[in-house]
């Protein structure tokens, strides 16, 4: 079993950065793809941005795209989201996930979740 831990979440201004992180329990973190979420208030839990066990391959949904950044420490077991020039629409619960296997795809389900850091964006 994989248990996971974000933080870093807080409340900051338009245009501004900040940095989850997601800190795995268990070995071999890095035979595992990870990915970050959200869900927005009165929204569906959506993708965010993933990552391939080695680290390697990196996917985004175009709303983030150029704007965040994930990567990942597996020495440390830790994952990692860098987002930068904040939205309004970024305010959501973050949350990070792990997948069977170490290949990312946005159609695989993931198999553990943390609880989640609260994003909120204001002007």
């Known amino acids: 079993q994989v248990r996971l831990l974000e933080s870093g979440g807080g409340l900051v201004q338009t245009g501004v950065s900040l940095r989850l992180t997601c800190l795995a329990s268990?070995?071999?973190?890095?035979?595992?793809?990870m990915g970050w979420y959200r869900q927005a208030v009165g929204k569906e839990r959506e993708f965010v941005a993933g990552?391939?066990?080695?680290?390697?391959?990196?996917y985004y949904a175009d709303s983030v795209k150029g704007r965040f950044t994930i990567s990942r420490d597996n020495a440390n077991n830790m994952g990692l989201l860098q987002m930068d020039s904040l939205k309004l629409e970024d305010t959501a619960v973050y949350y990070c996930?792990?997948?069977?296997?170490?290949?990312?795809?946005?159609?695989?389900?993931?198999?553990?979740w943390g609880q989640g850091t609260q994003v909120t964006v204001f002007s």
């Open positions: 990552i391939s066990g080695s680290g390697v391959a990196t």
């Open positions: 268990g070995e071999r973190f890095g035979d595992y793809a």
């Open positions: 996930a792990t997948l069977s296997g170490a290949l990312f795809s946005r159609s695989r389900k993931p198999s553990y």
